[in-house]
């Protein structure tokens, strides 16, 4: 880890500094990438982002690179594949959240990330937190984005998980003042 001023939590770990220096709070966008940070964040879920972040390759070569037109067509027999796979967290009920929520992604009648992007909230004349204790857990934002998911057949995605999901994507820009990321 370099000596940068970061987010109080990227200092904690070098993943932790690595991802937020290079993906936290960047705009990203295309239905895999979203769909994986969607899935990423539900298996977060009552856990640390760490465990996620030290797993993720797992999780990827585990979930066909999350792909959702491949995940769609998971079954039962994946789902006990899944359970026995020692490097991914194994949530039967995650795991099946993923596989349906697969199958709600070819569903939809918009890309994912163009449903996603719809709740990203307008930021002008928005005041950059001064501290971690300043970033919300749940917005406005966040709250509309999970009732609408959840309306769509979606599962694990609360208001929580969703504003989380917005952070990770660039959506929002949580960098605290100080931190070198802040713009």
């Given amino acids: 880890m370099t000596d940068l001023a970061r987010c109080s939590w990227a200092s904690t770990a070098p993943d932790y500094a690595e991802y937020h220096d290079n993906e ?3 705009p990203l966008h295309g239905e895999i990438a979203m769909f994986e940070r969607m899935c990423l964040e539900s298996f977060q879920s009552g856990l640390s982002w760490l465990v996620i972040l030290r797993k993720r390759a797992a999780f990827r070569e585990s ?31 995650k795991i099946k959240a993923v596989i349906a929520n697969a199958r709600t992604v070819v569903r939809l009648d918009q890309p994912l990330d163009e449903l996603l992007w719809s709740f990203s909230p307008d930021t002008d004349g928005r005041t950059r937190p001064a501290t971690m204790a300043d970033v919300p857990a749940i917005t406005d934002e966040s709250k509309a984005m999970a009732k609408e998911l959840k309306r769509r057949g979606f599962t694990f995605v ?3 998980t969703c504003y989380a999901l917005m952070q990770a994507t660039g959506m929002v820009d949580d960098h605290v003042a100080g931190c070198w990321k802040a713009s």
Avoid: C, K, M, Q
């Fill in 63 to 93: 979930f066909a690179g999350f792909d959702p037109g491949v995940v769609a067509d998971f079954d039962d027999f994946d789902v006990e594949r899944l359970l026995s796979t020692t490097g991914i967290v194994r949530n039967r009920a």
């Fill in 24 to 26: 936290w709070g960047v």
């Fill in 158 to 160: 609360g208001p929580t």
